[in-house]
């Protein structure tokens, strides 16, 4: 029986390595996502659209990758406590097969014991196949508490005030556009005094 618990235990933990993993990365992708839509105008401007999708997709493999050893180790944990008791059931019939022979076992007891084996074995064969939902569950729970016990990177040192004056706010010569094959801005040159109040009006009008 010992047999039906420490393989399984093996690849669970395993799993459990795996799955804490994946759940860095993708908390990684979220972050990315949320960079991504909170930035678009930074994107768009500096042509950083293929960038951000390459490192997008790079880590969407390395997700999936992740994704799929924690499906094969899941099943060789639920697979290897019924292989670890059909081995184990074996080498009991041999060891009572020759103990009938030899006349210190008979039928009936041989009968009534493998009847209690299986019984027992597939009972605790059936509780190891929650194993890899409990691994994936404890990793989630430790990347809880890590994220929990994350010192900030960016520490408060106090308080400043922001200044409310200023004389004036001035473009020398700016361009500006959404592709870097397109300018929407081209050597913008201008000047807006504090208290001042300027329309911007496009070729189209707006």
């Not at 393989?7 to 972050?31: D, H, K, M, T, Y």
């Not at 990315?32 to 994107?43: P, Y």
């Not at 019939?93 to 041989?110: D, H, P, S």
């Amino acid at each position: 029986w010992p047999l039906t618990i420490a393989v399984p235990g093996v690849f669970a933990r395993r799993l459990f390595e795996e799955s804490s993993q994946r759940n860095v990365q993708e908390g990684a992708i979220l972050s990315l996502l949320n960079e991504n839509l909170t930035a678009q105008v930074v994107v768009k401007t500096f042509g950083l659209a293929e960038f951000s999708r390459s490192a997008f997709r790079a880590r969407l493999h390395d997700v999936g990758s992740r994704v799929v050893r924690i499906g094969w180790l899941s099943g060789l944990v639920e697979r290897s406590a019924y292989v670890g008791v059909m081995m184990l059931q074996v080498a009991l019939l041999g060891l009572c097969a020759w103990m009938v022979q030899r006349g210190e076992l008979t039928i009936g007891g041989l009968t009534s014991f493998q009847a209690i084996f299986l019984s027992m074995s597939y009972s605790l064969a059936n509780a190891v196949q929650y194993f890899p939902t409990l691994a994936q569950t404890t990793a989630s729970v430790r990347r809880i508490g890590q994220l929990l016990a994350h010192d900030p990177v960016v520490h408060d040192s106090g308080t400043q005030t922001v200044p409310t004056g200023f004389g004036e706010i001035a473009f020398n010569d700016v361009s500006f556009g959404y592709k870097q094959t397109r300018r929407n801005l081209h050597g913008l040159t201008a000047s807006i005094r504090h208290g001042g109040l300027v329309g911007v009006v496009g070729a189209s009008g707006s």
